[in-house]
């Protein structure tokens, strides 16, 4: 092969390599802007008061990825429509994604209070109520942020205890260290606990008008009581397909048929 050969080879090459190496900047820019044109969409549809509009670009945009902000702007189109069962069941994946979220829970206790069944919580220990609270501070990715955070700020400052002449630096180095892994270890902890709670979803809505919770999983069951749409219950038993255990905030057990509630 002749040396204008090689050289015309290694040059369509190298362009190959270009137009591929740019198709992996453009395409993945090109699906965010469509996501943000369709974003935009459904913000202005909801603005102009199309909330049915609104519902369909959000749920739309959801197929493609969840956050927080979708579901929280698709509760608010589904209250607006005064669909409150909807709204709810929103409310609580936005606030299951982003639990830290003021908007999100206050929404969320407007649109329960529009609910029939109104469960009053079962008491619990305060340092139980503490350590939830604690623990909802930040969503997943706030505790990774912070666990890396601490994590530098630890290595440079058992830099400065080992290294530095000055007593009181070095005392700060010591101290300081030890706290920052602590923080590194807690958060952690709380990262995977609220990992577990998106992996491993427990909570559902009542989406039937009302629901009669049974003692057994069978239609022939005893009654216990009655739920109506919109009510949150925790799955205790997923174990069978055609019914659910569930448990409620008050203490409440029974069984509900599968298709009369939706997970969160």
């Known amino acids: 092969m002749t040396n204008v050969g090689k050289f015309m080879k290694i040059y369509n090459i190298r362009k190959l390599m270009m137009v591929i190496g740019l198709s992996f900047i453009i395409y993945p820019l090109s699906i965010n802007y469509a996501s943000a044109q369709t974003k935009a969409e459904a913000d202005s549809a909801y603005v102009r008061g199309e909330y ?11 197929k493609h990825g969840a956050s927080a902000d979708l579901y929280y702007n698709l509760g608010n189109a589904y209250y607006r429509t005064e669909n409150i069962t909807k709204a709810v069941l929103n409310y609580e994946r936005a606030l ?38 604690l623990i909802n501070l930040a969503s997943v990715d706030g505790w990774a942020r912070t666990a890396l955070i601490a ?25 300081g260290a030890i706290f920052l892994i602590a923080v590194f270890i807690l958060s952690n902890v709380f990262a995977h606990q609220q990992k577990d709670l998106l992996i491993n979803r427990r909570g559902a809505i009542v989406t039937a008008g009302a629901v009669t919770v049974k003692s057994t999983p069978d239609k022939k069951g005893t009654d216990l009581f009655i739920l109506h749409e919109g009510t949150k219950v925790t799955i205790t038993d997923a174990s069978m397909k055609e019914w659910k255990g569930i448990r409620l905030a008050d203490g409440k057990e029974g069984w509900i048929e599968t298709k009369q509630i939706e997970l969160i």
């Open 52 to 62: 049915q509009q609104a519902i369909k670009d959000y749920e739309a945009l959801l």
């Open 96 to 133: 299951l994604l982003s639990p830290s979220d003021r908007d999100i829970r206050f929404n969320l206790q407007m649109a329960r209070s529009k609910t029939i069944d109104k469960i009053t919580p079962e008491q619990e220990m305060f340092f139980i109520t503490w350590y939830r609270s």
């Open 151 to 175: 994590l530098a700020l630890a290595i440079i400052l058992a830099l400065a205890y080992l290294f530095s002449e000055r007593i009181w630096l070095r005392k700060v180095g010591f101290f």
